[in-house]
Antibody
């Protein structure tokens, strides 16, 4: 059974870069017709898709984040990563990694990681 | 981008009752490419339904979806105690994928 686990710092300073990693177990990041995505949820609010990477390494991101997003994959470590630069307090949220179907729904989720942006 | 509006914001019902949750899109959701998720406090969302009407693995048949175009409804036929949670709809017919703001289903 596929499991996803987010890791990274829980506190990031304003203007710096938020960097998170999602490690997979029970599945391969090179599975065909599979995408890997990042989402976030500010405290008490709804869900927002951040960006995804597909099994061929092509990346997609939400235009609302104004090109601050980089999603990458490390097939040797069976993990993928998120970099979000120039963070502000508005980027404080629980960040989730997810397996995304080729159609676009989010099939499996990590447990989530709270990241706070504060000096 | 497509804006999804869920109503009501909060729904208070008793176990055994029937719940009806609405998801309305700002434009037609292509091919009814809509999914629903359940989220309990402190947990990640869980996929309930995809492709507008297909239940995910392990989801009981008391959960069903109807609708098309820009109006969709999630129905829980007979509420169990474990069904009280927040429910989100998501469209994946157009990029970027977007979510509704959620409906909180609480015990009356």
């Amino acid at each position: 059974q596929l499991q996803l686990q987010e890791s990274g710092p829980g506190l990031v300073k304003p203007s710096e870069t938020l960097s998170l990693t999602c490690a997979l177990s029970g599945g391969s990041i090179t599975s065909t017709e599979t995408y890997w995505g990042w989402l976030r949820q500010p405290p008490g609010k709804g869900l927002e898709w951040i960006g995804s990477i597909d099994y061929r390494g092509r990346t997609y991101d939400n235009p609302s984040l104004k090109s601050r997003v980089t999603v990458s994959a490390d097939t040797s470590k069976n993990q993928f990563s998120l970099n979000l630069n120039s963070v502000t307090a508005a980027d404080t949220a629980v960040y989730y990694c997810s397996r995304v179907t080729a159609s676009g729904w989010f099939e499996d989720w990590g447990q989530g990681l709270l990241v706070t942006v504060s000096s | 981008e497509i804006v999804l509006t869920q109503s009501p914001g909060t729904l208070s019902l008793s176990p055994g009752a029937r719940a009806t949750l609405s998801c309305r899109a700002s434009q037609t959701v292509r091919n009814a490419n809509l999914a629903w998720y359940q989220q309990k406090p402190g947990q990640a969302p869980r996929l309930l339904i995809f492709g507008a009407s297909n239940r995910a693995t392990g989801i009981p048949d008391r959960f069903s979806v109807s609708g098309s175009g820009s109006d969709f409804t999630l129905t829980i036929s007979r509420l169990e105690p474990e069904d009280f949670a927040v429910y989100y709809c998501q469209q994946y017919g157009s990029s970027p994928v977007t979510f509704g703001q959620g409906t909180k289903l609480e015990i009356k």
